[in-house]
């Protein structure tokens, strides 16, 4: 079979490159073990969270389907950190786990140009320094221009639980052998991670009146913009609820660690750090008396229930006495222990900002085999690695997002510049920029590339641009609109804020902490004012322009930075820099400027290791 351009796994990853290439018009391989397992939730049953939530609407900015998927198999919806500052904001969706993958597979199955073929893939073949296809698991050859892989926890998969291991990617399923063994004979360096996922609980079997609910929001808003706002939420909603560990339930856990592949050495792989095994947390944190823990369902029709923070490869018989302690869980059957899984991945220096291999053209990787963990990083990385793979083949160029520009700029650029020898998950910490880059503006950023590239139609691109024209106007408007102390000042009382003695503009009225845009607005006539009755009919738009009033110094502040370090970012390296030649470089700078091979200046700044003095020296021999 001869394809355009072949994916390897059908993870969120895979499902973002398959269906960006489609659209691209290019002829796609899938290449998937189980159809009907695309986008499978393998571990929690959620999309989105604190900085996740960020990377699924630049992925829907763009072009991409993960908010679609979820919005249309969510079972409760909620804006994280409503307390905090807009820029961390995040929405959260908890998903039926057998609709996701149903929407998964009828999402791709309506691109045109895919093909899904149910086989495993042994083997990445190449051309000299080019990739050339895939053996597939039956010995089969298929060819390609470009191939992406997106493998997941598949790579040479081993399951843990206490003494017992198991072969394979996930619960049931088998893993992928050969594909390391491949790629490591074309000169790849690949490494081992460990990740972990915790026992599944009989729903009938927990005693509901002694948890807390968690419900979702009252008005809940979906992921995409494609959404149907009218008809949402699609599905009926449920509620997760809380519980908590205690000393008793930590002495139980501590008795099987004599047992733990983790503590014994079974386990070679690293784990993440922030998303600790529950024996984990328990050593780490041994001064807290209690961990919180979240009972989430798997769906609307299934009797599983998730035990979120709970993570462990402990032998079942420990994990099934501790979760019996847990308040709530005294009578409770557990449908499955938890367990870890070691796998294969390639740390991320040895791909390009493009998430092109360094080492073998037309080759990219992306997801998990990049060292990242999370649905979110790995179906951002997906997109990305699948425009790309599209640009390369069409001769359009290369699509590499700034650190300014997205929360997928900061990924892709943390991986490539710093590699990772553990499992790298976002947060809104990593964005240096994030009062820029909050989830009400990101189709403002970045919807005008997902058009470049055919990923947003005509007519979704008007409804951005027509958004962008009534954000400006509204910023402009409430600069110049102003309120006559007679008519704000009972407001202002009311809130308990101080009265104005002459004419202000909305817009520094808005900056005050007590009062919102949308009271403000309201002494506002349309009809005298035509040019705001689009605003004041979009309340996401109030929001954003509410934000940018409020926020508005920090924002300049930050723009300004970015713009001073811009020199430095648009200041390009070729590709082919002879680093090793530049002997004035420290040693270290030299191994590191050459093994990571930075696409600028500021990339090259970020590079652990590299000094001040050779980024001076750099620039004196590019300025030659």
Known sequence: MNFDIIVVGGGHAGIEAACAASKMGLSVGFFSMDKYALGRLSCNPAIGGSAKGHLVKEIDALGGVMGEIADRSGIQFRLLNRSKGPAVWASRSQNDRIIYSQIALEVVERHPNITIIEKGVTGIVTEGDRVSGIVASDGSFSS?????????????????????????????????????????????????????????????????????????????????????????????????????????????????????????????????????????????????????????????????????????????????????????????????????????????????????????????????????????????????????????????????????????????????TKSTDEPYRMFTSRAEHRLLLRQDNAYTRLAHFGFDFGLISQEENNIFDKHKTLFYRGVSFAGSFRLPPATINPLLLEKGSSPVSSSEPLSKLCKRPDVNLVELLAFVDPNDFPEITGIIQTPDLITQIETHLKYEGYIKRQQEAIDKLGKYEDLKIPLDFDYLGLKALSTEGREKLNSVKPRSVGQASRISGVTPSDISILLVYLKR
């Open 144 to 416: 390609a221009n470009a191939v992406v892989l997106c493998s997941g926890t598949f790579l040479n998969g081993l399951m843990h639980t206490g003494h017992t291991q198991t072969s394979g990617g996930r619960f049931g399923e088998k893993p992928a052998i050969g594909v390391t063994e491949s790629l490591t004979s074309l000169g790849f360096i690949a490494g081992r991670l460990k990740t972990g996922t915790p026992p599944r609980l009989n729903k009938n079997t927990i005693d509901w009146s002694q948890l807390l609910e968690q419900p979702g929001d009252e008005n809940p808003q979906p992921f995409s913009f494609r959404t149907d706002k009218s008809n949402f939420p699609i599905l009926p909603q449920l509620s997760c609820y809380i519980t908590y560990t205690d000393p008793d339930v930590h002495k139980i856990l501590e008795k099987g660690f004599a047992d733990s592949p983790l503590f014994t050495g079974l386990i070679k792989g690293v784990g993440p750090r922030y998303c600790p095994s529950i024996e984990d947390k328990i050593v780490r944190f041994a001064d807290k008396t209690k961990h919180q823990l979240f009972l989430e369902p798997e769906g609307l029709d299934s009797d599983l229930i998730y035990l979120n923070g709970f993570s462990s490869s402990l032998p079942a018989d420990i994990q099934f006495e501790a979760v019996r302690k847990l308040p709530g869980l005294q009578n409770v059957e557990m449908v499955r222990p938890g367990y870890a899984v070691e796998y294969d991945y390639f740390p991320p220096h040895q791909v390009d900002s493009t998430l092109e291999t360094k080492r073998i053209g037309g080759l990219y990787f992306a997801g998990q085999v990049n060292g990242t963990s999370g649905y979110e990083e790995a179906a951002a990385q997906g997109l990305v690695a699948g425009i790309n793979a599209a640009l390369k083949i069409l001769g359009r160029g290369e699509f590499a997002l700034k650190r300014s520009d997205a929360y997928i700029g900061v990924l892709i650029d943390d991986l490539v």
